[in-house]
């Protein structure tokens, strides 16, 4: 099985544009969870996706949205980008519903970086 | 906001000896999880030890679990250059509404 991708890779924008990450899970998984990874604040959740609904959703602010597709591919977009949004953002599947209730798979990561 | 406080929080050892690592929690958990990352890459799972548990084995690593003084071990047996890697422990419970909740990990150097 392939495992979780997300593209791109790397990015770079400048502050006040946005942003739209794509991740496609594991085949068959319907769970897909996003973090943030930053050398001051380590790994931040931000959201959660089931079976095309937002099941979780993390502390940040509404700049920040996601989405998730009937094939479970999903997407997170960053309006009005700030300088302290670069970051790795990462995408993780689960089979079942993610959270605590089972092993989450993670994707290589998207690399953004705000100028 | 992070749950998990990850001790200590950089280790160098020889390969061949043993590393240990903790991570302690501050509320009531479902289960915990150990992530392994390499150089700011994605995390790749190694262990779930449920709350009702108390340790769990996978090859080379051990995890114990006291939810009493709510805290968890890793340890690497043998340990090899190629175990160099941050380790995360993540917890979800309740209180942080299921989420996986991260700590900060602890930075693992292999010297060969």
């Known amino acids: 099985k392939a495992g979780v991708t997300q593209t791109p890779r790397y990015l770079i924008k400048t502050r006040g544009q946005q942003v739209t990450l794509s991740c496609s899970p594991i085949?068959?998984?319907?769970?897909v969870s996003w973090y943030q990874q930053t050398p001051g604040q380590g790994l931040q959740f931000l959201f959660e996706y089931f079976s095309e609904t937002q099941r979780n959703k993390g502390n940040f602010p509404g700049r920040f949205s996601g989405r998730q597709f009937s094939n479970s591919r999903s997407e997170m977009n960053v309006s009005t980008l700030e300088l302290g949004d670069s970051a790795l953002y990462l995408c993780?599947?689960?089979?079942?519903?993610?959270?605590?209730?089972?092993?989450?798979?993670f994707g290589p990561g998207t690399r953004l970086t705000v100028l | 906001s992070q749950q998990g406080e990850e001790d200590p929080q950089a280790l160098s050892i020889q390969e061949g000896e043993n590393a240990t690592m903790n991570c302690s929690y501050k509320t009531s958990i479902n289960n915990l999880q150990w992530y392994r990352q390499n150089s700011g890459r994605g995390l790749v799972h190694l262990i779930l030890i449920r709350s009702n548990e108390r340790e769990k084995h996978s090859g080379r690593l051990r995890v114990t679990l006291d939810t009493s003084k709510k805290s968890s071990s890793l340890l690497i047996t043998a340990s090899r250059a190629a175990d160099t890697a941050s380790y995360f422990c993540?917890?979800?419970?309740?209180?942080?509404?299921?989420?996986?909740?991260f700590g900060a990990g602890t930075i693992l150097r292999v010297k060969s």
């Open positions: 085949s068959g998984h319907r769970s």
């Open positions: 993540a917890t979800a419970g309740r209180e942080y509404g299921n989420k996986l909740v």
């Open positions: 993780a599947s689960s089979a079942g519903l993610a959270g605590g209730h089972n092993e989450q798979f």
